[in-house]
């Protein structure tokens, strides 16, 4: 069964750094490209950043670009969001998302509140 699971929001003030993780199970991770949204309720989700399958292909929002860096660990089958410089307007859900096929999976997500 795939399956992702997010991990590493929380509360944060602003200028602060988080670490998401989306752990995967359920699929050959390292043949699939990853996606890192957010949501903010009333708004639709947005694509923030995406990594290729062998991770040597990135591209971000210009919303986080400088300031996010998504990655990856194959090995584990994991997929990292390192957030800095964090600011109040990026509170939000964030969820991760991989796609197989006609198959759209993504995890349950985690809030991120960047507030003082």
């Known amino acids: 069964q795939v399956q992702l699971v997010e991990s590493g929001g929380g509360l944060v003030q602003p200028g602060g750094s988080l670490r998401l993780a989306c752990v995967a199970s359920?699929?050959?991770?390292?043949?699939?490209?990853i996606g890192w949204y957010r949501q903010v309720p009333g708004k639709e989700r947005e694509r923030i950043a995406f990594?290729?399958?062998?991770?040597?292909?990135?591209t971000y929002a210009d919303s986080v670009k400088g300031r996010f860096t998504i990655s990856r660990e194959n090995s584990k089958s994991i997929s990292y969001l390192q957030m800095n410089s964090l600011k109040p307007e990026d509170t939000a859900t964030y969820y991760c998302?991989?796609?197989?096929?006609?198959?759209?999976?993504w995890g349950q997500g985690t809030q991120v509140t960047v507030s003082s």
């Open positions: 998302r991989v796609v197989i096929g006609v198959m759209t999976r």
């Open positions: 359920g699929f050959r991770f390292s043949r699939y490209d």
């Open positions: 990594i290729s399958d062998s991770g040597d292909r990135t």
